[in-house]
């Protein structure tokens, strides 16, 4: 198969190598076979995932502060594993066969998934009473497919958002103006899998079975594979630009070589190669020369023994480009550090929200239908796909009258309003606590399984977090997207995804800590199995707390940063 080709500001070309006129490819008529792969795909994710927590209590038998810091590291890893596709997509592959190799490993753990929940000696045994109990080997087969799933979701996830956004072309003032929708309607297309996922699925799993529960979204993966491959011949495709921590390694080498060389204050006597406005790096456009960083720009400057005839040795002689990528990725590292805390409260849903979920009155009005904690989080996704096209046809052409700007406002300023919103989600979650253990304590629920309060009241919280997505993580997709060297959007795609997965990480590690001080003098502390005995509401108040910290660090380092400058076309 050849390798693949960089469209240019004239035409295109297809995967195949053959030359193809722009205006049969890319833009919005490739667009619904990613957006239907995403809509497939995070279908079989969070059908899967949603109500994992539960699986692990009830069938693996493992404790409420187990079952939570496995779910959250499993969820971490899934958004570190990004990091592993993105660099094959980015120096080696490409994106689109980067994806064809990990949606087979997706599928196969999905495969073994199903079966590890339905197959007999397989599957965890359980009781008449429904009791269950899972031996290492039966444990060890679910965990197996969990991270060979988490392999082969990370590997596709950095690169489908990017892919859809290669279709629009940056030298095209029309087109580029259709990229910023494009993230929006990506991600409604998450959502509407997750709504799926969330409602029906979640009621297979607790009614029905979790060999169904696991095997339908391995079906829907099936078909997001499917979806994807079927748009092949009206995709635009970018060559992959080599290693991009290669390159970043070259600079800091070739800046600590000429330490004692000082840096001109005209950039011409930094080294750029003289061809038009495309860089020395595969499918990269040039950047223009920043201020910031200076030590940095030691690697480009011309020395008496560096003759720019002859090949040049990276090591000891860097582009401007070169440089200003791995100045790019050390802006946006502060920008992306604000996203941790946010998507630790983002976790909650998956872990602690269903466990206070456990413990209120889920039945539906005055019948026997009994609805499942992880089900609400059907209201996070109903929020998103409210928000987005009220955001993209309502917000974006208000705020735009009063700014300006084409987008209304700007990546940055979308951020903040979402990191802003998420601290009311936990002031409520706070509240809503503490009423339910003022009742335990007024009329001695210690023991009860459910306090009567309904489970109903936990609805706010999913809606306002699922509102604060739309402006924080699709902010976050289209700012790290575009602020990213043109050869290192994978990297940069994984980069936020990463937030994702240190917030499972610090939500996980900030469970164990509390545990461990809270129960050091024997008590129950604040996360008991029996949060009847706790007080979960000083952990929400403590997310409560980092969450007005972090939007107070985000408005400080927003200011400082500087967008990038690229020069010229893709050739």
């Known amino acids: 198969m050849a390798e693949e080709d960089v469209y240019t500001k004239d035409g295109t070309v297809d995967y195949r190598g053959n030359r193809a006129n722009k205006k049969e490819t890319g833009t919005w008529r490739a667009c619904p076979f990613i957006l239907g792969n995403e809509c497939c795909e995070r279908l079989a994710y969070y059908g899967m995932s949603t109500n994992l927590v539960t699986y692990f209590n009830t069938k693996l038998n493992q404790s409420g502060p187990t079952a939570s810091k496995n779910n959250a590291n499993w969820g971490g890893t899934c958004y570190i594993t990004p990091l592993i596709g993105a660099f094959v997509a980015d120096a080696y592959l490409g994106r689109y066969l980067t994806i064809l190799c990990f949606s087979i490993v997706y599928v196969i753990g999905m495969t073994l998934l199903t079966l590890s929940a339905s ?48 279709q629009f072309d940056d030298a095209d003032e029309a087109e580029k103006e259709h990229k910023s929708s494009f993230f929006n309607w990506f991600y409604l297309s998450i959502n509407i899998g997750a709504l799926i996922a ?18 339908i979204p391995a079906v829907a993966m099936a078909i997001a594979v499917v979806s994807f491959f079927s748009g092949t011949r009206l995709y635009r495709n970018q060559k992959p630009g080599g290693s991009p921590l290669t390159r970043m390694c070259q600079v800091i080498v070739a800046s600590i070589r000429k330490s004692d060389v000082q840096v001109p204050n005209d950039k011409s006597g930094l080294y750029e190669i003289e061809e038009d406005s495309e860089s020395a790096i595969e499918g990269s456009r040039k950047l223009d020369h920043t201020n910031g960083l200076r030590f940095l720009d030691k690697a480009a400057v011309l020395g008496d023994s560096d003759n720019v005839k002859d090949p040049v040795n990276p090591w000891r002689l860097c582009t401007v480009t070169q440089v200003e990528e791995l100045k790019a990725i050390i802006r946006l590292l502060p920008i992306w550090a604000t996203g941790i805390i946010f998507s630790t409260v983002y976790s909650q849903m998956g872990s602690y929200f269903i466990l206070q979920g456990d413990t209120m009155n889920n039945r539906v009005g005055n019948i026997k239908l009994h609805i499942s904690p992880a089900t609400l989080s059907v209201f996070d996704t109903i929020s998103v796909i409210f928000w987005v096209p009220v955001y993209d046809r309502i917000i974006v052409p208000v705020a735009r009258k009063f700014t300006g700007r084409k987008n209304g406002i700007t990546q940055l300023q979308r951020m903040g309003i979402g990191l802003f919103i998420s601290i009311f989600a936990m002031v409520y979650s706070v509240i809503l606590e503490s009423m339910r253990l003022k009742m335990v304590r007024r009329h001695n629920y210690y023991d009860r399984e459910q306090v009567p309060m309904s489970l109903y009241l936990q609805i706010p919280p999913y809606f306002i977090i699922g509102c604060a997505e739309v402006f924080t993580f699709i902010g976050q997709l ?64 403590l997310l409560t707390v980092l969450s007005v910290l972090n939007f107070v660090a985000f408005l400080q380092v927003s200011k400082l940063y500087s967008y990038k400058n690229s020069v010229g076309t893709l050739h």
């Not at 965990?143 to 892919?163: D, M, N, Q, R, W």
């Not at 290192?488 to 461990?516: E, N, P, W």
Request: aromatic share 14%; hydrophobic share 40%; glycine share 10%.
């Open 478 to 541: 289209e700012f790290f997207y575009e602020q990213a060297p043109d050869a290192m959007r994978s990297t940069c795609s994984a980069l936020q995804l990463l937030t994702v997965s240190f917030g499972s990480y610090l939500s996980s590690l900030l469970i164990t800590i509390v545990t461990k001080v809270t129960t050091r003098n024997g008590g129950p502390g604040w996360l008991p199995d029996k949060l009847n005995y706790g007080h979960l509401d000083y952990f929400f108040l």
């Open 198 to 215: 969330a409602s029906v699925l979640v009621w297979v799993q607790t009614n029905v079975s979790w060999g169904w529960g696991f095997g």
């Open 119 to 166: 197959v007999p000696g397989i599957k965890p045994s359980c009781d008449d009473q429904g009791n269950c109990h899972a031996t290492q080997a039966q444990s060890a087969v679910c965990f197996v497919a969990l991270y060979l799933i988490a392999l082969g979701t990370g590997g596709i996830k950095p690169c489908v958002s990017s892919f859809g956004a290669d």
